[in-house]
């Protein structure tokens, strides 16, 4: 699919205008604050390293493991922070992704009724 110049600059503006929103900003630094936390590292240092354990050896031990770091880490203030400002900001990211899926829409829309009209006028 061929899209226009026009289009694309509408969608580097759309992703522009993401990263100007609140909920970027916001979930932005809830990352920083959860990846910067001295309590929280080693939580997602321990909870990555069992989940690549787990998923080599996949056995109840190593499950109850990493059910236990999950939790912890789940249940953690700064990580609930950061998933609750990353599902607002996913939730305006749709919206913006219809916007571009509708624009691309038209735009294809539009060449089909350009091709249409040339094919009228030659019958």
Known sequence: MKISIDVMENIYKLIDDIKKTEEYKETKDALLRLY???LVKPLIREFNE???????????????????????????????????????????????????????????????????CKHDKKN
Do not use: C, G, H, M
Not at 61 to 73: D, G, P, R
Not at 93 to 104: F, G, P, S
């Open 36 to 38: 910067s936390d001295e």
């Open 50 to 116: 069992l989940k690549d354990i787990y998923e080599k050896y996949p056995t109840k031990s190593n499950a109850s493991k990493l059910s236990k770091v999950k939790t912890e880490l789940y249940n953690n203030p700064l990580y609930k922070d950061y998933i609750q400002k990353l599902n607002t900001y996913n939730s305006e990211i749709k919206k913006k992704e219809e916007k571009i899926n509708n624009a691309l829409f038209n735009e294809e829309l539009k060449k089909l009724l350009i091709l249409e």
